[in-house]
């Protein structure tokens, strides 16, 4: 789980971030990124119910999601708030999977260092 100073909550964020942010896609996940001014970079997931109708579903896409970016925090370059867009092919997809296209949709968006 991500500490609470790296979680977008704010309606305003969000609204700004899809208004001017830069769209990134990658097979099943779409980024929303805008450059925030902090030293310190802010994410949300965001899991509608296309996905699935399942609460616990739902969650449990969020938590694996929440894992791969804190595994991944040192790699990632600080400064953008994001936030992460889940279309229904994720539904079903082992956590390699969405690992794998989680690491590539962040490549491409040149929020890894590496």
Do not use: H
Not at 25 to 41: A, C, D, H, T
Not at 68 to 85: F, M, N, S, T, Y
Not at 91 to 112: C, M, N, P, Q, S
Request: charged share 35%.
């Amino acid at each position: 789980m991500l500490p609470k100073r790296n979680c977008l909550t704010k309606e305003k964020d969000f609204q700004k971030i899809f208004r001017t942010g830069k769209t990134f896609v990658e097979k099943f996940i779409v980024l929303k990124l805008l450059p925030n001014g902090l030293n310190f970079s802010r994410f949300a997931f965001a899991v509608g119910l296309k996905i699935s109708k399942k609460a616990v579903i739902r969650n449990k896409i969020k938590r694996q999601l929440g894992e791969i970016i804190r595994v991944a925090w040192d790699d990632i370059r600080q400064g953008c708030d994001v936030i992460v867009l889940l279309k229904k092919e994720i539904a079903g997809k082992d956590y390699g999977e969405i690992e794998r296209t989680t690491r590539d949709a962040l490549r491409k968006a040149g929020l890894l260092n590496n």
